[in-house]
């Protein structure tokens, strides 16, 4: 890892944590990936490819709702992200 990917990484970790706090909930993660919330929904039931499935499993259930760690986020739209 380079510091260039680095240095993204961490702009990027700290402009979502910045604008949406620490936990995203479905409709932040929908606006910040400029999708619908219907659609993302569907996306990460029958995720097609490593990052959408790197999204489904990040998600962490708080009660009755998902959340999305922003580290996490920021993590694997970066492409820092490896399995």
Do not use: W
């Not at 890892?1 to 680095?6: A, V």
């Amino acid at each position: 890892m380079d510091g260039k990917h680095s240095s993204t990484y961490s702009d990027l970790a700290t402009e979502i944590t910045q604008r949406f706090g620490v936990l995203l909930t479905h409709s932040q993660l929908a606006e910040l990936l400029g999708r619908s919330s219907g659609g993302l929904r569907y996306s990460l039931i029958s995720p097609t490819d490593e990052r959408t499935r790197a999204l489904r499993d990040c998600g962490c259930r708080i009660g009755r709702r998902f959340y999305y760690p922003a580290l996490d986020v920021a993590n694997i739209i970066s492409g820092e992200h490896r399995s």
